[in-house]
């Protein structure tokens, strides 16, 4: 496994989550950091993406003021906060890392090689 989310969860609109993903293997030397979500029927939607420093972060339209991506290089891990969370939120969401030396954020689910197995976030009205 390249890519290990967790911290998906059942919470009411308005609460807050934390996601967490965990990079091993070839994808724990990417540089560029996302997370993705699909909901039920619809397409994989962008959500944040991170450098390899945290110094340079893109987000979705949809999540902006919301949402915040970190990440910690001492633990190797990427994290996602999200918070005033909605019911149109509920998604499974995917961490996922570009491959190779490349440093340049993208919002495009095509840009990424390495992707995780999602953890499912369901807010309820």
């Known amino acids: 496994v390249q890519l290990q989310a967790s911290g998906g969860g059942l919470v009411q609109a308005g609460d807050s989550l934390r996601l967490s993903c965990a990079p091993s293997g070839r994808a724990s030397s990417s540089n560029v950091m996302g997370w993705f979500r699909q909901a039920p029927g619809k397409e994989r939607e962008f959500v944040a993406a991170?450098?390899?420093?945290?110094?340079?972060?893109i987000y979705g339209d949809s999540v902006k003021g919301r949402f915040t991506i970190s990440r910690d290089n001492a633990e190797n891990t990427v994290h996602l906060q999200m918070n005033n969370l909605k019911p149109e939120d509920t998604a499974v969401y995917y961490c996922?890392?570009?491959?190779?030396?490349?440093?340049?954020?993208?919002?495009?689910?095509?840009?990424?090689?390495?992707w995780g197995q999602g953890t499912l976030v369901t807010v309820s009205s």
């Open positions: 996922a890392a570009r491959g190779g030396r490349v440093t340049v954020l993208s919002s495009s689910r095509w840009s990424y090689n390495y």
């Open positions: 991170i450098n390899w420093n945290g110094a340079s972060t």
